[in-house]
């Protein structure tokens, strides 16, 4: 699980909402680098990000805005060869004990074995709604498009412009829905090797440190949410009420079938009281 963390302008991913225009954010600009003690560096003149991993730390940057609603993209290149035990994350998170949060985390593994991309999402402080996905590509030769669509109607995670999951609004059937708590979006470079590769099976080889992931082209066209306010009139957006198309749907059918190696709502023993509601509602 990612760990938890406004000005009227949209810096952070520059998103431009009452035009439905998003622009290329700056680093310098856009972001606080929250920890990591010198570990997270900012290059080529705010575009690239870079967060680092040794023995001693991890590092990891938090947007300056926090949004209600929009559409968040981060290009990442993750860490390349033996990145066993590591985790590089793109969240975003409200704060609280009944926090909302939609993640993006990316589990390292041995040389030559894929990584595990693995999604959740927090609904008033409860998790456990986990899907994991092999990737088509590696991950580590050059920079991928990770997404984030959040709108009234559903929660969309895409790779280059290819869903992977969707979360639908089921209010109406019991189910709570991310729609009043804004979100910073987050990312970080950690070590988790008491749970990420093969269950914590596979450890940290930190001979091979310092691990570094990279991060570019930070995009939103989001609603910035300033002293109670969005910068937004609803509706005025295109992603507001976006839906996913016959064409989106199936390849979020193909990836659901051939790279989803891990689904929540297909694990009944880890649900002894019956599965989550949304894995039932139509």
């Not at 940057?61 to 590591?86: E, H």
Request: some cysteine; proline content about 4%.
């Amino acid at each position: 699980m990612a760990s938890s963390r406004a000005s009227t302008a949209a810096r952070f991913f520059l998103g431009l909402c009452s035009a439905g225009i998003a622009l290329a954010g700056n680093f310098y600009q856009d972001v606080d680098i929250t920890w990591g003690d010198g570990r997270a560096k900012i290059l080529d003149d705010g575009q690239l990000l870079t967060l680092s991993l040794d023995k001693y730390s991890g590092s990891g940057f938090q947007s300056r805005n926090q949004y209600l609603y929009g559409k968040f993209d981060m290009q990442l290149k993750l860490v390349p060869g033996d990145s066993a035990g590591t985790v590089a994350t793109f969240y975003l998170s409200s704060q609280g004990n009944t926090h909302d949060e939609i993640d993006f985390e990316f589990l390292g593994n041995l040389s030559g074995d894929p990584y595990v991309v693995h999604t959740n999402l927090y609904t008033q402080g409860k998790g456990d709604r986990e899907q994991q996905f092999y990737l088509w590509f590696d991950p580590t030769m050059d920079f991928h498009t990770y997404s984030v669509l959040w709108n009234p109607r559903h929660i969309v995670f895409s790779v280059d412009g290819t869903p992977l999951r969707e979360f639908r609004n089921r209010e109406l059937a019991g189910v709570p829905y991310p729609k009043s708590q804004a979100m910073r979006a987050y990312a970080s470079l950690w070590d988790a090797d008491d749970w990420a590769t093969r269950g914590g099976l596979v450890k940290t080889d930190w001979s091979k440190a310092p691990f570094t992931a990279s991060y570019r082209n930070h995009t939103a066209d989001g609603c910035v949410w300033n002293s109670g306010a969005s910068s937004c009139a609803m509706g005025s957006n295109s992603w507001m009420w976006q839906e996913l198309d016959s064409n989106a749907m199936d390849r979020l059918r193909w990836v659901q079938k051939n790279y989803m190696i891990y689904n929540y709502c297909t694990d009944p023993r880890r649900f002894p009281q019956g599965l989550p509601r949304e894995c039932n509602a139509g």
